[in-house]
């Protein structure tokens, strides 16, 4: 398999249901490139994996 071809997998979601009152919760590994951006333990801002060392978000994020 490429590289190209696990990007692919990698990206795809792994289900076709859709998040209906906002009640469906992923399990820790489901979206293993996103990230969540936590102050105090807090969840403040989410976050997209893209490389090993860096993640890519909002700007906004960091001026909180």
């Known amino acids: 398999m490429s590289l190209s071809e696990r990007a692919v997998i990698c990206g795809k ?3 076709n249901s859709r998040i209906v ?3 469906s919760v992923a399990t ?3 979206w293993p490139w996103m990230v969540s951006l936590q102050k ?3 969840h403040v801002c989410g976050g997209t994996l893209v490389a090993e060392d860096a ?3 909002n700007a906004e994020c960091f001026t909180r």
């Open 13 to 15: 979601a792994p289900r």
């Open 55 to 57: 993640v890519l978000s």
């Open 21 to 23: 009152g906002g009640s």
């Open 28 to 30: 820790a590994g489901e």
């Open 40 to 42: 105090n333990g807090s």
